[in-house]
């Protein structure tokens, strides 16, 4: 067989998007390989969206949530008395849109304009705002009805939307909630009085305020990469798809690339093709080119793998961002729990879902939050908050029981940069993960003054008749000193890596910014979070996307450029 004009190495956002559409020209064929297993988007677990929580915890396995989980987890940090912090990532065409939390955060321009100011011209606001309202189909523009339940500060949502920042006709719907708990109006009432303006539309002009988040959802389902992107095309026949493949290396000839070797349940084989695209996350595709023979020298000698290209910025640039939590015991039923006071509410949350696909079953608890500064030099917010309505969440999977809620507190810019490397020339093994979280430039300000702005909203009166007591931190943690102490004994990541193959043109940059193919190898390009030079002030699944989208159109006007210049 000829080999494919495209072998995209993993199906996650990026991934999906890309397959999608490479394959609108019917003359190129592609091959999507993805290490775990296909046609996920119809399973229950996945569709519905309080499933996220079984994900995480391990007693309720049963439910099949292992299937789509890959797990790593960090080397002792340094900087958090030596703990280790597991880091799940999802597998499984969809990739981690089959298991993240659906809130849809597009970050800051400033977020943006930094990634061109590095030297990535093309990649700043202005340009990728097109790309952002080519993926979307905003629900409260395209359907306002849809909308019509939910009123901020006494207005309809809708209204407070500008067309100019969103699109109607995308692949991807992103969706108010579909149910609100009662105290999630409670945090928004108090938010306001700590002195939070609320704010209808966060991906628009301004991020600042609180606000109702938005969801990749469409009619109380879970919307995923596959559900957006994959299915619409799966009929194309230019698309193979190829699960339960586990990319292993990357086939080269002198410096280019000709193909991938993989593993499988049936074996090992190969997938030759013109072009690799790495789409494997900030993970694996750091991983893959290592283990290709790509990277750092001095490492690659380590494990004995033969040099094919020194690259040393293979792995490094390593961020993600840092999130504490706050757990509040609630004296009333209003929040998400299970207890017998709560039991004939249940039931109609699970009749309202199979039903109406509202309800409970619905929401990922985490329906609203904010963006603040929390430092007075600068009005550019620096902290994430989420409120949960309800105790168990990713972070906190077996707090099933009982009922009380949780205020998250992410710093959006830590400063950390980590590093990724191999353990073993042995693909099967995991590479060693360091974030070096409250080292350098890394301090835990922004965490403290978050705590105390979190604390500061659940002591207002909206949440006197439910609040019974603060249970983590706990009161006996008021200085400075002991949230501290606090924020590094508990902190963890928010599962968002980036930057181990970053774009750029200095001696560390991996990729191309022009192009995204790999500096000094030919045929092999990388497109997923892991190009992205820093984070972004967001979760990052929103930018994936559009990083993607733009990166197809880079593909694209490449090849055309390629074959003018060949002919």
């Not at 969809?94 to 093309?122: A, C, T």
């Not at 079953?361 to 929390?374: D, H, P, Q, R, W």
């Not at 992410?410 to 590479?431: H, T, V, W, Y």
């Not at 972004?536 to 929103?542: E, P, Q």
Request: net charge neutral; aromatic share 6%.
């Amino acid at each position: 067989m000829e080999p494919y004009d495209y072998v995209i190495v993993g199906a996650g956002p990026a991934g999906c998007v890309l397959a999608n559409r490479l394959t609108e020209d019917p003359t190129k064929r592609v091959a999507l390989v993805e290490a775990g297993p296909d046609h996920n988007s119809r399973r229950t677990i996945i569709r519905m969206p309080l499933a996220m929580v079984t994900f995480m915890a391990p007693a309720l396995g049963f439910l099949g949530g292992p299937r789509f989980m890959s797990w790593f987890e960090t080397e002792p940090e340094p900087g958090l008395q030596g703990r280790q912090i597991p880091l799940p990532r999802g597998q499984g065409t969809g990739g981690s849109s089959n298991v993240n939390g659906q809130i849809f955060v597009r970050g800051q321009r400033e977020d943006y304009d930094r990634w061109r100011d590095l030297g990535n011209v093309g990649w700043g606001y202005d340009d990728l705002l097109p790309c952002f309202r080519k993926l979307e189909r905003l629900e409260l523009l395209a359907d306002p009805e849809s909308g019509r339940h939910l009123q901020l500060d006494g207005k309809d949502l809708s209204h407070g939307i500008d067309p100019a920042f969103h699109g109607t006709t995308g692949p991807l719907n992103i969706a108010p909630p579909r149910t609100l708990n009662p105290m999630t109006k409670v945090f928004l009432r108090a938010a306001q009085m700590a002195g939070l303006a609320l704010n209808p539309d966060y991906n628009g002009a301004s991020q600042s305020g609180a606000c109702l988040y938005s969801f990749t959802q469409k009619n109380g389902e879970r919307v995923t990469a596959e559900a957006a992107y994959l299915d619409p095309i799966r009929g194309r026949p230019n698309l193979t798809i190829l699960p339960d493949r586990r990319v292993t290396r990357i086939l080269m000839e002198a410096r280019r690339a000709t193909g991938v070797a993989w593993s499988g349940p049936s074996g090992e084989g190969v997938t030759e093709a013109r072009e690799v695209i790495l789409s494997a996350g900030s993970f694996m595709s750091p991983t893959i080119l290592m283990l290709s023979g790509i990277g750092d020298a001095a490492e690659l000698a380590r494990h004995a793998i033969p040099l094919v290209h020194h690259l040393p910025g293979v792995g490094r640039n390593l961020q993600d961002h840092l999130d504490v939590t706050l757990e509040y015991k609630a004296k009333t039923t209003a929040p998400y729990g299970i207890s017998w006071r709560s039991v004939p509410r249940n039931i109609v949350h699970v009749l309202d879902w199979l039903f109406r696909r509202r309800g409970l079953l619905a929401s990922t608890t985490a329906e609203a939050g904010g963006f603040v500064a929390t430092h007075g030099t600068s009005n550019r917010p620096d902290a994430q908050l989420f409120f949960c309505a309800g105790v168990a969440n990713t972070q906190n999977a077996s707090g099933f029981t009982g009922h009380g809620f949780l205020l998250h507190v992410c710093d959006l810019r830590p400063g950390s940069i980590g590093r990724l490397r191999l353990k073993s020339a042995d693909p099967a093994q995991k590479p060693e993960i360091l974030f070096n979280f409250f080292r350098d430039q890394s301090t835990t300000d922004t965490l403290r003054e978050g705590i105390k702005l979190a604390r500061r909203i659940a002591a207002q009166p909206p949440f006197a008749p439910h609040l019974a007591h603060e249970v983590s931190p706990g009161p006996e943690v008021a200085s400075d000193g002991a949230i501290d102490a606090f924020v590094r004994n508990t902190v963890g990541t928010l599962f968002h890596p980036v930057g181990t193959c970053a774009m750029g043109t200095g001696e560390d940059a991996v990729v191309d910014p022009a192009t995204l193919r790999v500096h000094g190898i030919d045929s092999l390009r990388v497109i997923d979070a892991s190009v992205m030079p820093s984070l972004v002030s967001a979760n990052t699944v929103a930018a994936t996307y559009c990083l993607a989208e733009k990166a197809a159109d880079l593909v694209r006007v490449d090849f055309i450029s390629l074959r003018e210049r060949r002919t």
